[in-house]
C-alpha cells in the first residue's frame, strides 16, 4: 500500500456474534472512482458511490432498493448536511474528546 491508502479492521457483531470487518480507503483515486461495496453473511451487498451520492443494494444478483439525491443541492452540501446538524444543530459530537484528540495527533504529525 501507499501513504494515501489506510485499512482499518474493526469489531461487528450480528445476532451477538462478533466477527471482523475490514475498511480499506485511498485517496489516490479519480474521483468517478470513490466506491465503498459491503458485503453482508446473507450475500446481500450494499455499493456506495460517493461521487454520485448514491447507493444502491444488490440482492440475488438484482438492484432491490437505491436512494440518493436528486441533484437539488449541491453535491458537497448533501454529503455533509448530516454531519453539520449533528455538530452544530444538536451539538451532539461524532466521538468522545480523548478519541478526537487521538485521530488529530495521528493526522497532523510529521514524519
Excluded at 19 to 40: D, H, K, N, P, Q
Excluded at 49 to 58: F, I, R, S, T, W
Excluded at 72 to 98: A, F, K, N, Q, W
Aim: hydrophobic content about 35%.
Amino acid at each position: 500500500m501507499d501513504d494515501s491508502t489506510y485499512e482499518a479492521r474493526i469489531l461487528c457483531t450480528s445476532d451477538g456474534e462478533p466477527f471482523e470487518a475490514l475498511i480499506v480507503t485511498s485517496w489516490r483515486v479519480t474521483a468517478a472512482a470513490r466506491r465503498t461495496s459491503v458485503r453482508f453473511a446473507s450475500g446481500a451487498e450494499l455499493l456506495l458511490d460517493h461521487h454520485a451520492v448514491a447507493g444502491y443494494l444488490v440482492q440475488n444478483g438484482r438492484i432491490t432498493e437505491n436512494f440518493g439525491t436528486d441533484g437539488s443541492v449541491p453535491r458537497r452540501e448533501s454529503h455533509y448536511i448530516g454531519l453539520y446538524h449533528r455538530l452544530l444543530v444538536d451539538r451532539r459530537p461524532l466521538m468522545p474528546r480523548e478519541q478526537s484528540s487521538l485521530l488529530h495527533h495521528e493526522l497532523l504529525r510529521g514524519e
